[in-house]
């Protein structure tokens, strides 16, 4: 007689809507269909270091479906670079050894393109490793959607539809800044479907005088308000070139010494960054003589009641992960590719970022309405 499978699962990264919902697609169809057992690590890949575990019962899986963040909790410890006792440690060999020491068959990732990277290093440690793509930033590569996307893209929309009445009763220029780390996804999503004059994105660089252009434009054909849509990782070209290069210089370090050095000027590169959106709301009102305000939306973002949207991929998503685990299917992220649920190596995913390219849909979408993008 076949062994019962015995599979452990763990959510990494930040949380984002529903992770619940994938844990449960996952655990319903590896206990309930497949007759496996199920076992969660709490707080991310160091939940298998610590020993911190959960067992994935039926009254454990229940009821939460519609239940924001996730019941196993997450950090953003990586196996090889985890925080013990106040030093850095590579964990790697004790996250082997204790998947033995569990007698786990298989372990699901659930995360964003950090986990991905994780994922494939336990990969090549030997560990059967399966992963699901969630990130409200939809960042992650070979999948067209990640977990936590479209409930974050409905919040933010319906916070631009909210400024609008106070820049128009107040003749302001709100400037709104929304996550996605160092892509436009969301900004671009939100800032269209709430119809935002203009959408800022990292992968569009902006000038402020373009941008101060288009609300005098509008504020000459008699509309004195403007919201700005502007996603954390936007930036004015200048220092977009110098990201780049400092980047560029990363890539190329021939040594230790380089490398660091080009790591330190990228952190004060990010350092400058923070409060970007601040100052680009006291430069337009400076410029265009509108009162100006700002609103961040911050995690605002990422929490509450995953929409029906992101309910149904977690759990499309979820149970097909069940079905690879069934099939034997190691070592691949589980990917939505259009209507259909595809395993995806995790060599074509780990390393690599889903920007939004310049010809997207959406992009020309938005100029066609007249969006300003900054350019
Ligand atoms: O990846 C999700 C995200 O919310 C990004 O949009 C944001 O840049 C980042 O996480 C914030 O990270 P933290 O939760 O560590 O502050």
Same mark, same amino acid.
């Given at each position: 007689m076949a062994q019962t499978k015995r599979i452990g699962i763990l959510t990494a990264g930040g949380d984002s809507p529903g992770l619940n919902a994938a844990i449960r697609g996952v655990g319903k169809t590896a206990l309930g269909f497949y007759g496996m057992e199920i076992i969660g690590f709490r707080d991310g890949f160091r939940g298998i270091v610590e020993d911190r575990r959960l067992k994935l019962d039926r009254p454990t899986l /229940?009821? @939460? &479906? +519609? $239940? *924001? *963040? +996730? @019941? &196993?909790g997450t950090s953003r410890d990586k196996p090889q670079r985890m925080t013990i006792d106040g030093r850095v440690h590579d964990m790697t060999s004790v996250i082997v050894k204790n998947y033995g020491r569990y007698g786990l068959d298989a372990l699901v990732c659930l995360g964003g393109g950090g986990t991905q990277k994780s994922a494939l290093r336990l990969k090549e440690a030997g560990l059967n490793v399966i992963s699901l793509p969630k990130t409200i =930033?939809? =960042? $992650? /590569?070979? +999948?067209d959607l990640t977990i936590g996307f479209a409930t974050a893209l409905d919040i933010a929309t319906e916070t631009i539809d909210r400024l609008h009445s106070t820049a128009h009763s107040h003749h302001r220029i709100i400037v709104t800044e929304i996550m996605g780390h160092r892509a436009g996804w969301l900004a671009l999503g939100a800032g269209i479907a709430g119809g935002a004059d203009v959408i800022l994105i990292p992968e569009i660089p902006y000038d402020v005088h373009k941008i101060t252009e288009a609300i005098r434009r509008r504020s000459r054909a008699g509309t004195n308000f403007s919201i700005v849509a502007v996603a954390e990782g936007a930036m004015a070209k200048d220092d977009a070139r110098a990201f780049q290069t400092a980047e560029g210089r990363k890539e190329r370090a021939r040594n230790q010494r380089e490398k660091h050095e080009a790591k330190l000027e990228l952190a004060a590169l990010e350092a400058k960054h923070s409060g970007n959106t601040l100052r680009l709301a006291k430069q337009l009102e400076e410029l265009t003589h509108l009162e100006s305000r700002v609103t961040i939306l911050g995690y605002v973002q990422r929490g509450g009641i995953p929409s029906p949207a992101d309910r149904l991929l977690a759990t499309r998503l979820g149970s097909a992960c069940g079905d690879l685990i069934h099939d034997n299917v190691f070592g691949v992220m589980v990917a939505s590719r259009g209507d259909r649920t595809e395993p995806v190596l995790l060599e074509r995913v780990a390393g690599k970022r889903k920007i939004v390219p310049p010809d997207h849909p959406w992009v020309e979408a938005a100029r066609r309405v007249g969006t300003c993008l900054g350019d």
């Amino acid at each position: 007689m076949a062994q019962t499978k015995r599979i452990g699962i763990l959510t990494a990264g930040g949380d984002s809507p529903g992770l619940n919902a994938a844990i449960r697609g996952v655990g319903k169809t590896a206990l309930g269909f497949y007759g496996m057992e199920i076992i969660g690590f709490r707080d991310g890949f160091r939940g298998i270091v610590e020993d911190r575990r959960l067992k994935l019962d039926r009254p454990t899986l /229940a009821g @939460i &479906l +519609t $239940v *924001g *963040g +996730t @019941i &196993l909790g997450t950090s953003r410890d990586k196996p090889q670079r985890m925080t013990i006792d106040g030093r850095v440690h590579d964990m790697t060999s004790v996250i082997v050894k204790n998947y033995g020491r569990y007698g786990l068959d298989a372990l699901v990732c659930l995360g964003g393109g950090g986990t991905q990277k994780s994922a494939l290093r336990l990969k090549e440690a030997g560990l059967n490793v399966i992963s699901l793509p969630k990130t409200i =930033d939809n =960042d $992650v /590569a070979m +999948t067209d959607l990640t977990i936590g996307f479209a409930t974050a893209l409905d919040i933010a929309t319906e916070t631009i539809d909210r400024l609008h009445s106070t820049a128009h009763s107040h003749h302001r220029i709100i400037v709104t800044e929304i996550m996605g780390h160092r892509a436009g996804w969301l900004a671009l999503g939100a800032g269209i479907a709430g119809g935002a004059d203009v959408i800022l994105i990292p992968e569009i660089p902006y000038d402020v005088h373009k941008i101060t252009e288009a609300i005098r434009r509008r504020s000459r054909a008699g509309t004195n308000f403007s919201i700005v849509a502007v996603a954390e990782g936007a930036m004015a070209k200048d220092d977009a070139r110098a990201f780049q290069t400092a980047e560029g210089r990363k890539e190329r370090a021939r040594n230790q010494r380089e490398k660091h050095e080009a790591k330190l000027e990228l952190a004060a590169l990010e350092a400058k960054h923070s409060g970007n959106t601040l100052r680009l709301a006291k430069q337009l009102e400076e410029l265009t003589h509108l009162e100006s305000r700002v609103t961040i939306l911050g995690y605002v973002q990422r929490g509450g009641i995953p929409s029906p949207a992101d309910r149904l991929l977690a759990t499309r998503l979820g149970s097909a992960c069940g079905d690879l685990i069934h099939d034997n299917v190691f070592g691949v992220m589980v990917a939505s590719r259009g209507d259909r649920t595809e395993p995806v190596l995790l060599e074509r995913v780990a390393g690599k970022r889903k920007i939004v390219p310049p010809d997207h849909p959406w992009v020309e979408a938005a100029r066609r309405v007249g969006t300003c993008l900054g350019d």
